[in-house]
């Protein structure tokens, strides 16, 4: 492969990156794609009820990851209240 080829093909590659990475970087709602939002809302009512032990009971709950449910909380700054015994 010649190497005026290969240059341009790691610039169009680099410029793709750079688009990829800062493309609706602060856009919220783009983020949430994957997940129906009415089923994140009433996981996250659940996620600040108080009426479970621990964050993966509500994401079983919901059929959600931990993760997913954790991360939509932390971009709408809702907190976890663990249920008290």
Do not use: C
């Not at 790691?10 to 997940?35: L, M």
């Amino acid at each position: 492969m010649k190497f005026e080829r290969l240059e341009a093909l790691t610039r169009w590659g680099e410029d793709n990156r750079t688009v990829r990475k800062n493309f609706n970087q602060s856009n919220v709602v783009n983020q949430q794609y994957r997940t129906p939002k009415e089923k994140i809302r009433r996981a996250l009512e659940d996620y600040a009820s108080g009426q479970f032990k621990f964050k993966k009971d509500v994401a079983k709950k919901h059929n959600l990851s931990t993760p997913t449910l954790v991360r939509h909380a932390n971009l709408r700054g809702v907190t976890f209240i663990k249920e008290s015994e």
